[in-house]
């Protein structure tokens, strides 16, 4: 839970903050003895006064919530005198109650970030969606429309867990030109690959499992695997994707259950695996007999250069489970995703499906089906291969201007994201604060990294901002990367380096 | 997966189910050994003639899929020569490579169930859905269009993976008329009870846990259950609700981890909890400390005598996690449910909601949240309390002209379902059989109940069946009764009887 402030409210801001902290410490989401953030890190982060802040702390301390302890900071105080009169008390000591596979710590540093991101004067790299305006909100509306007419109460009802069998077909065909082959029956459609990937790793991994993952790779997969038990196995990517010759040289001693990997204009890096590493890959897998999911939201948004088959197409034994979804390349709410793959698998993960949520909104697969196959897809996604290079380009050109010597960037080939390192050693979570306070959000590197590396990357996007605020906002952000080496430089760096993990 | 046959399909009967057939013993999902279903029951369960079924066999036997055992029946024969040409072999024994957690049989009984109840000519009194021609589909399609007009950009977007906050509000109000006092940040949206079930199990039960359910109790909580590994405590249901003397004699012995009731028009039985007895499991579970999950999807559909308020609001400890679903008051099709309950819970559970599929379709959201604020819910279910009633005196008015004597049957004051008895020893699971012939289809009660109880029950639905399909369809399920008394009669019962487990 964040701290959200209403601008347009009657209550003052510092009240608001007062009052969503005092929720978390009754709820006992802030226990006592939690730190609570400095109050110039709070006020940078919400883009707020450092006044206001001091306000909302000193209502709290007045209220006996927090106390304030020299060299320690503001703490949250005993909860046992929090119940606020007419509340029953709690029969059940719940933190107690909660199994291991729900103890995922929340990322503060994304907690941060998502919270300087959703701020109305913040221009924001720090998403993954795509182009709001880009949707096709009018195409929808008819299909909708022509749906509930033509066939609204067998779209509002159940539907098989494997999903609406004409969507199954579809996708089967669409994905076909990439070199895939697959029938209706091996494709499995999820809601969203989020899901996917939480079936595939319920299905496949115990505690204490191995997993080799990219080192960085989608903080999704990472989170997934780690809720059902499993240990990461970090695999570096370079500017030809995962290292496979790293994987062989580890895979007979790890041995490996699964191997994830987003091998197409990768999240968060934008670099695409090679040819020669997909086939050694896939001759590894196949020798090892592991599983490869493959992750490809992306795959249908190159801008430049020739394609390279996806694993799957590549695939001569079946080793290979493949993963993907209509968020990235047409919006996120319709909640569509799908995994290919062999039969055995495809019906093993359609039992679970119908146990963790029965099935996938009907309607939604409809829209998703028909639009398909009219031949939508196939246009919008033109239609964003001619928009995102425009981004991409600007974004470019607005780091070579304002940023050159103090970042370094690559040049993706397609995807949504140009990756960066901060020179001379600075981190990105320090840099947070600066950016926010210049009305600017990136999402830090080291929240995709499954080990402690990665604190000097960021993650741009670039394409949900308006593409007239690309340029200004990497200028404000090269303003933050200056003023955070100049902190540094004055010493005031090495003291704010000791200040871990903020809770908000 | 089920036979499905496509009565328009210029492929012969036969020819397609020995493709499904065929299909299903490649993929691994009947392995070498399993038995096929006897010929005739086959023929009956899919509404076809004998020889249809037969020469579908012989056309497997000269395939060599399938051979025949006197005495065994029809076995399917060794698939190592079952490689279709051009199919790669697959690199990897995935049977050896899924979880146990995984490793849930789909339920025979209910596939034949299901498979009758999707013939054309059935009338089926199996399902548990709404009666779909009551949809407010001109409504829907007014909201949605008027949803994405006004808001298309955020609607189709990513969304709090705790729900979209008006409509988290919304619920909090909408129930609060019930005596149930929870906020919005009491509430979270998951994607139909069904993944709130699955998210509480996860969230509190480990493998070998014990859960006290009902006995018969709604399938897919048995199944969450088993998913997690939890063992189960039954508890049998009387006309008054969960026998909670019975828990009360055992909960010291035992200590589940959780209790899992639907007080209300219970599901499959009709029957609701005492008032008395509601209360004395609240103390029960408060003294114990034990979370009790109160499932309250049909709640709102009484008919008859005076309401009883929920666990929820009479919970003085908070001990409820209250779960309901718009599934069976509105349609299923847009997959929303909710759970109310103590803060932390909720916080919890937002956070595995995340990592399971990020979030819920924020249209279908913003359409449920106009439905409530708007008062067309409270019209919709003053309709549906209007429609129905009649459709349960129609049913009971046919058992009682038709099936006295051979049946014993319940008299619900709400919700969906009818509970009945074959009396004289015979089972359902026979009958089922029986009254496919006869174009009717019904639950078996057997499949609700955690233990081996409940063969001679069956649950009946009246909300689903066209009005007038009722009297016909109970005229036939007595007619199928009368039928399997006289083969019982000639002795064939015996002999039916010890055909276990048919896959089909």
Redo the contacts between chains.
């Keep these: 839970?964040l701290i959200e402030l209403d601008r347009t409210s009657t209550v003052p801001l510092y009240r608001q903050i007062a009052e969503q902290l005092r929720?978390r410490i009754?709820?006992?989401?802030l226990v006592p003895g939690t730190r609570l953030p400095p109050e110039r890190r709070l006020a940078a982060v919400l883009g707020v006064n450092r006044t206001t802040v001091v306000n909302a702390y000193r209502e709290l301390a007045a209220d006996g919530l927090i106390v304030g302890h020299v060299g320690r900071g503001t703490i949250v105080a005993d909860p046992s005198r929090l119940h606020e009169p007419g509340t029953?008390?709690?029969?059940?000591?719940?933190?107690q109650?909660?199994?291991?596979?729900?103890d995922?710590m929340?990322d503060p540093l994304l907690q941060d970030t998502m919270l300087v991101s959703s701020r109305p004067d913040v221009i924001t790299f720090a998403t993954g969606?795509p182009a709001?305006?880009l949707?096709p909100?009018a195409t929808?509306?008819q299909l909708?429309?022509e749906a509930?007419?033509q066939a609204?109460?067998?779209?509002?009802?159940?539907?098989p867990a494997e999903g609406y069998p004409p969507l199954r077909e579809a996708l089967a065909s669409w994905i076909a030109p990439s070199g895939m082959r697959f029938g209706p029956?091996d494709v499995l459609v999820v809601?969203?690959s989020?899901?996917g990937l939480?079936l595939l790793a319920?299905?496949?991994?115990?505690p204490g499992d191995i997993v080799a993952v990219e080192s960085p790779t989608y903080l999704?997969a990472l989170?997934?695997f780690r809720?059902v038990g499993a240990r990461l196995l970090p695999i570096p990517v370079d500017q030809h994707g995962m290292r496979v010759g790293l994987l062989e040289d580890v895979v007979a001693r790890r041995r490996p259950?699964l191997i994830y990997t987003l091998p197409t204009f990768q999240n968060p890096t934008g670099t695409t695996m090679s040819r020669d590493r997909r086939e050694r890959l896939l001759a590894l897998?196949?020798r090892y007999?592991v599983?490869v999911i493959e992750d490809d939201p992306y795959g249908a948004l190159r801008y430049a250069g020739e394609s390279i088959p996806p694993l799957a197409a590549l695939?001569?034994?079946?080793?290979v489970l493949y993963l993907s979804t209509v968020s990235k390349i047409l919006?996120?709410?319709?909640?569509i995703g799908w995994i290919a793959g062999?039969?055995?698998?495809i019906?093993?993960l359609a039992?679970?499906k119908?146990?963790?949520?029965?099935?996938?909104?009907?309607?939604?697969q409809w829209a998703v089906w028909a639009f398909i196959t009219r031949g939508l897809l196939d246009a919008h996604l033109e239609r964003l291969r001619r928009h995102y290079p425009e981004r991409l380009e600007r974004m470019l050109a607005a780091l070579e201007r304002y940023a050159t010597g103090v970042l370094e960037w690559t040049r993706p080939a397609g995807g949504f994201y140009v990756w960066c390192r901060l020179t001379d050693g600075l981190r990105a979570r320090d840099l947070l604060p600066e950016a926010a306070r210049r009305g600017v959000a990136f999402a830090p590197g080291e929240s995709f990294h499954p080990d402690d590396a990665g604190t000097g990357t960021l993650r741009l996007n670039f394409t949900f901002p308006p593409v007239t605020a690309i340029e200004p906002g990497i200028a404000r952000l090269a303003e933050a990367v200056q003023a955070l080496r100049s902190i540094r430089l004055n010493g005031e760096g090495s003291r704010r380096a000791r200040v871990v993990a903020p809770i908000v």
């Design positions: 839970m929720a009754s709820s006992g989401e029953p008390a709690s029969g059940i000591p719940w933190p109650l909660f199994t291991p596979a729900t995922v929340n969606m709001p305006e949707y909100i929808m509306r909708l429309d509930l007419h609204g109460q067998s779209l509002l009802q159940y539907c029956d809601a969203g989020q899901q939480y319920r299905a496949l991994l115990e999704g989170q997934v809720a259950k897998a196949a007999q599983p695939d001569q034994h079946g080793v919006f996120p709410g319709f909640r062999p039969r055995p698998v019906e093993r039992i679970l119908q146990i963790v949520d029965l099935d996938t909104n009907p309607l939604a």
